[in-house]
C-alpha cells in the first residue's frame, strides 16, 4: 500500500522557535491532512488541504498541499508548551478510488522547553 | 461544537473474551472509519462505513466484525480476543459532502490480559 514518509521524527525546539514538518510521497493524493495527538487521546484535525498548492492557516499553524500532489508540509510558528505532542500527517491517495481511508505518517514527535 | 463519542473509554478483556466498542459520529456525519493504533504507531484502517454498507475493508481480523445502525452509529464487535489485540481504537466519522475529512473520537483503550 501507499506510505507516507514524514520527517523528522522528533523535534525539541526552545519556546518561541518555529517549527516545520514534512511528509512525502511516491503516489499522488487527493487530501493532505495533519492532526495533533496528545498522550491517551484521539488525533485532533488541525488542517486539512484539498487542493494541489493550496496554502492554509490555522491561527499559528500554516500547511501546504504540495505541487506535485505528493508531498506536504506543516509549519507551526512561535511554539508555545502546548504545542507539544505528536503530529501526524494522513492523506487519502488517488489510488484509492471513491474509497477515503486514511494512510498515515509515522508522526513527529515535538517536545517544546519552556 | 459535538464530537465523536465512544464507549467505553478504557477496557480489560481476558484472552479469548468477546469486546464490542461503540461509536457515535458526529451529527449528519453518514460515514464512519474503525481505525487501530498500537503504543508507538500511527493508526491503522480497520473498516469503514457509507449509509449503514460496509464501503471499504482493511486490516481487520476475521475475528472482528463491525456494522452501522439505522442511527448511523457504529460497533465493532471484537471476538477470540489475543494479546496483540491491545491498543487503541479510533472512530472516526466524516460528513457527506466532504468525506475525506475524518474527525476522530478519543478512542476505546483496549487490554487483553
Known amino acids: 500500500g501507499q506510505q507516507l514518509n514524514q520527517s523528522p521524527q522528533s523535534m525539541f525546539i526552545q519556546e518561541g522557535e518555529d517549527v516545520s514538518m514534512n511528509c512525502t510521497s511516491s503516489s499522488i493524493f487527493n487530501t493532505w491532512l495533519w492532526y495533533k495527538q496528545e498522550p491517551g487521546e484521539g488525533p485532533v484535525l488541525l488542517i486539512a488541504l484539498y487542493k494541489a498548492g493550496e496554502l492554509t492557516s490555522n491561527g499559528r499553524l500554516t500547511a501546504q498541499f504540495g505541487i506535485t500532489r505528493k508531498d506536504s508540509f506543516l509549519n507551526i510558528s512561535a511554539s508555545i508548551p502546548s504545542d507539544v505532542g505528536i503530529y501526524f500527517c494522513a492523506g487519502t491517495p488517488v489510488a484509492g478510488g471513491s474509497n477515503y481511508k486514511l494512510t498515515f505518517g509515522k508522526g513527529t514527535l515535538l517536545t517544546v522547553n519552556p | 461544537a459535538a464530537g465523536v463519542i465512544q464507549s467505553p473509554r478504557h477496557l480489560i478483556k481476558e484472552k479469548r473474551e468477546t469486546a464490542t466498542l461503540k461509536c457515535y459520529p458526529i451529527p449528519r456525519h453518514d460515514t464512519v472509519y474503525w481505525y487501530q493504533q498500537g503504543p508507538g504507531q500511527d493508526p491503522q484502517f480497520l473498516i469503514s462505513?457509507?449509509?449503514?454498507?460496509?464501503?471499504d475493508k482493511g486490516s481487520i481480523p476475521d475475528r472482528f466484525s463491525a456494522q452501522q445502525f439505522s442511527d448511523y452509529h457504529s460497533e465493532l464487535n471484537m471476538s477470540s480476543l489475543e494479546l496483540g489485540d491491545s491498543a487503541l481504537y479510533f472512530c472516526?466519522?466524516?460528513?457527506?459532502?466532504?468525506?475525506?475529512?475524518?474527525?476522530f473520537g478519543p478512542g476505546t483503550r483496549l487490554l487483553v490480559l
Open positions: 472516526a466519522s466524516s460528513p457527506r459532502n466532504q468525506a475525506e475529512t475524518q474527525y
Open positions: 462505513f457509507y449509509e449503514k454498507m460496509q464501503s
